[in-house]
């Protein structure tokens, strides 16, 4: 098992990286969270409602 007191090794590539999403597929991704919500009446659509309005507090408003 890895512990903190390893060192990481590993290269970074040399290019900068693309952001995991972007903010409008991270939008995108809330709108389908929402929509499952709506379709989903079991706990498991509660969580993608919670889970939507948490990824959306954190989008930059435009």
């Known amino acids: ?9 590993g290269g ?7 952001p995991l999403l972007t903010a409008a597929e ?4 809330v ?3 929402l929509l499952l919500e709506s379709l989903d009446l079991t706990p ?11 990824l959306a507090r954190r989008l930059p408003a435009d």
Do not use: F, H, I, K
Request: charged share 25%; glycine share 8%.
């Open 44 to 54: 498991r659509g509660q969580a993608a409602g919670q889970l939507a309005a948490d």
């Open 26 to 29: 991270a939008r995108d991704a």
């Open 12 to 18: 970074y590539p040399a290019s900068p990286r693309l």
């Open 1 to 9: 098992m890895e512990t903190d007191e390893q060192a990481v090794t």
């Open 31 to 33: 709108g389908y969270l």
